[in-house]
């Protein structure tokens, strides 16, 4: 599991699978944010195995996903929720990029600092700095 550290309250992750539950409770999580559509790929677990998984593991568990289409208010609200939970947030969708890029669209929403988020991002090995002209409309 390659997990890379966005903030204090969220890292992410590319597919993480049901048996990994156990191993990402350890690791300090709390919640296990998954961005990744059902059915996108074969083989792909479904998210009711994960989201199973990880509860009997004592996780919380946000189902919030990003497909190809614009991301739109109500996933950006749905991030922003299932950031404030319970403490240190595992995201995950197929690379990482997409929870990245929703996790920077939820902070830029709630008024983080763009540039920041874009500097964490790299250093966690996303480049949003091409999404930063839409993050700082998003912050408006």
């Known amino acids: 599991m ?12 590319p597919q993480i699978f049901p ?9 300090g999580f709390r919640t296990v944010v998954n ?3 059902d059915g996108e790929e074969p083989g792909q677990p479904a998210g ?9 593991a004592g996780l919380a568990y946000h189902f919030v996903p990003v497909g190809r289409d614009p991301l ?12 404030a939970g319970n403490g240190p947030a595992l ?12 996790w920077a669209f939820a902070e830029a929403r709630r008024g983080r600092d763009i540039s920041e988020l874009v500097s964490l991002a790299a250093q966690a090995g ?9 993050l700082r409309q998003v912050a408006g």
């Open 2 to 13: 390659e997990i890379r550290k966005l903030d204090l309250n969220a890292s992410a992750a």
């Open 19 to 27: 048996e990994e539950m156990e191993a990402v409770r350890a690791a």
């Open 35 to 37: 961005n990744r559509p």
């Open 48 to 56: 009711e195995e994960i989201e199973r998984a990880a509860r009997d």
């Open 72 to 83: 739109t208010a109500a996933q950006l609200d749905e991030m922003a929720d299932a950031l």
């Open 91 to 102: 995201l995950f969708c197929r690379s990482g990029t997409r929870s990245t890029t929703l």
């Open 126 to 134: 996303y480049d949003l700095a091409p999404l930063e002209p839409a």
